[in-house]
């Protein structure tokens, strides 16, 4: 608030500088040949000018080469999937580009404006066109940008492209919601049942139509779990509003939106623990690490506990802005061999059995009826994890 009030006050002293200049500009207004408030640009205006629009060059290309130094590591690193690095070279190949072209051309533009700067008492020269000079300005955007166009629907499509044909494929839901996300695997038949957010009681938080016989292997987890080689179709469903699932290390991202299933594919390829070998990684991980343990040291000092260093994972983000804790809607990807990501499946209870033993609880008269119980085998992290939907009540406050 005071700083509105502040930005206001600056305003309104800017104006009325602004009008006190205006009125002294027409005092003057009938002194013989004053030079100084002539509404007509002189030399000395021309070449201020001038050098202004050939300094602003410098300005552009100092900001440009700082912002390179200072933040061109904090681009993503080594992708993680099978499309990964054509993605990655369709966005160098694109910037590469843009940048040439327009350090060229920019230096172009301020240069002549520079040097074609006004001059008293020239006049200037009435230039009709010429057509091989649009021509050839216009042919050459013209193949280039056809050639990226066509490299990057290559690219998509490639990218996009899910292989109905491949057996030993894993499908998994990727279900969203204010604030959080949830994933359900289609168990051993490799389908996944019906779901509606009719169907939303207790343990069944994703909706899933327990009448649907195809339902009944279904498996839910708070943690993505992915085999590394493997084709993984996702299949996308919100139940709030619209979402947005990105996989960064996995140059990844589709549209979550209510009312209707989303889908892509991807092969993940690097391991969690290789990826925490990676270089670019490791250095990321020093860097997040030195950070914490500043704030834990300020921490400490205070008589507060100290923060745990941190490990790299795999994370599943929300990138669309979808309410207060949108920031914090994200959840831990782990990709594993084959072996282990089976294993980790086997041992988790279906969906069916944690809704058929919570009906149970409930009808216990001991137990209060209706308390949801959490799913058996369910990680460890959706219990330490703080509730994001209390973060969202703490900021409308
Ligand atoms: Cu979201």
Redesign the pocket.
Known sequence: MTSLLVIIVLVLLGIAIWQLTKIFHLTQVGAANNDEFSEVANDRDNNVNGYLMFGFIGFIYIGTIYSLLKWGHLVLGTPASEHGPDYDNLMAISMWLIFIVQGLTQFLLHYFAFKHRGKEGNKAFYYADNDKLEFIWTIIPVIVLAGLILYGLYAWTNIMFIDQEKEDTVLVEVY?K??SWEVRYAGPDGVLGKANVRYIEGVNTLGVDMSDPNAQDDIVATELHLPKGKQVVFKFRSQD????AYFPHFRAQMN?VPGMVTEFAFVPTVNTDDMRQDEGIMKKVANINEIRSKKSAQLVAEGKTALDPYTFDYLLL??????AS?YN?QMKVVVEDDADFKKWLSDKETLASAVKKSKEDAAKPAEPAGQAVPVKGADSTAAAKPDSTMVAQVIKK
């Open positions: 969203a204010q604030f509003v619209l979402h947005s979550v929300c990138n669309k802005i979808c309410g949108h809607m």
